[in-house]
């Protein structure tokens, strides 16, 4: 199902959105999904920003700067990243991934372009800690089992090289557990922003293939494309 409090968007020929959810939620699919349907540029500001520490834009070398004194890229450098490619696409339909993360960011986009919807995915973290909890991976290759989903033929061994798999530090429980609630303390004040803003679609549920359908038929009963 999805909730969203307040009147539903005007039907409109440009789409202009955001998504949110949590690691391991299947936003990656979901955005994959809407950008190919709806003729959307997908506007990561992880990629968009290792792209450009890659050629060493007056941005990139910025960014890289904070990065390698351990600290985090601060608000201002993300927003003028995001704002500034965003001002090269003109009336194109674009879903931003990973901006804004705060408040203040928000405020800053606002102040610039309009979001027609904010996209919430709402994956109970119990099912998520379960899923990421199952990934083990061949760390030569990268090739990644998932035990519910993608299994290895043997356990615990390699389908190609017959090497051992491992799991890494960010996929065992406890380290998802920490970090989805880092991922909610941050994005709470945010999903308030935009809920007060009646912009808020939010979708429930706990399998990707089943939330997506949801978000197709929002976008074609609120959007044309």
């Excluded at 959810?21 to 950008?35: A, D, F, N, Q």
């Excluded at 804004?100 to 919430?120: E, G, H, M, S, Y």
């Excluded at 380290?175 to 994005?187: A, F, G, I, N, P």
């Amino acid at each position: 199902m999805y909730v969203m409090p307040g009147s539903v968007a005007q039907k409109t020929a440009i789409i202009r959105t955001l998504i949110m959810g949590p690691p391991g939620s299947g936003k990656g699919t979901i955005s994959e999904r809407i950008t190919a349907q709806y003729n959307c540029k997908h506007l990561s500001s992880g990629d968009l920003l290792r792209e450009h520490i890659r050629q060493k834009s007056a941005i990139g070398v910025e960014a890289r700067n904070f990065i390698s004194q351990g600290q985090l890229v601060p608000d201002t450098t993300i927003t003028k990243l995001m704002l500034t490619e965003l001002k090269r696409l003109e009336r194109k339909n674009w879903l931003l991934d990973g901006f804004p993360r705060t408040v203040k960011q928000a405020i800053k986009l606002d102040d610039k372009f309009d979001i027609d919807i904010v996209i919430n995915l709402d994956v109970p973290f119990t099912t998520i800690t379960d899923r990421i909890s199952k990934r083990w991976i061949h760390p030569a290759s990268g090739r990644t089992y998932n035990l519910d989903f993608s299994p290895p033929k043997v356990e615990g061994i390699d389908d190609v090289t017959g090497e051992p798999l491992v799991q890494r530090e960010d996929d065992k429980p406890e380290s998802v557990r920490k970090r989805l609630q880092l991922y909610s303390e941050m994005t709470e004040p945010l999903l308030d922003y935009y809920g007060k803003q009646k912009k808020l679609a939010t979708f429930k549920g706990t399998e990707t293939n089943v939330i997506w359908p949801k978000v197709k038929q929002f976008l074609d009963d609120n959007y044309t494309h």
